[in-house]
């Protein structure tokens, strides 16, 4: 199957079905920034891999009591986030 994207946000409209067709290679250099939003709908072997799932954003070390982050947008991706970086 052959699948065009006009611009990156149309991935959003792809199915489960759809998305299998998507390598993890393009997944991972075009669209690392919608893999949250696409979780659900990722195959198994997708959702297990762990270059994937540090595309995911970082909820567990984000806007902590001690941190004054919560007017610095939305959480960084896992792979960005200082303290995962740190804990490796």
């Given amino acids: 199957?052959?699948?065009?994207?006009?611009?990156?946000?149309?991935?959003?409209?792809?199915?489960?079905?759809?998305?299998?067709?998507?390598?993890?290679?393009?997944?991972?250099?075009?669209f690392e920034?919608?893999?949250?939003?696409?979780?659900?709908?990722?195959?198994?072997h997708l959702k297990a891999d762990p270059e994937v799932q540090r595309c995911r954003r970082c909820l567990k070390h984000y806007n902590r009591s001690w941190q004054r982050t919560h007017i610095d947008g939305p959480p960084p991706l896992i792979k960005n986030c200082d303290e995962c970086c740190r804990i490796r």
């Fill in 1 to 30: 199957m052959f699948l065009l994207l006009t611009d990156k946000r149309g991935i959003l409209d792809l199915t489960a079905g759809q998305l299998q067709y998507i390598p993890k290679i393009v997944l991972l250099r075009e």
């Fill in 33 to 44: 920034n919608f893999v949250e939003s696409l979780w659900q709908r990722l195959s198994d």
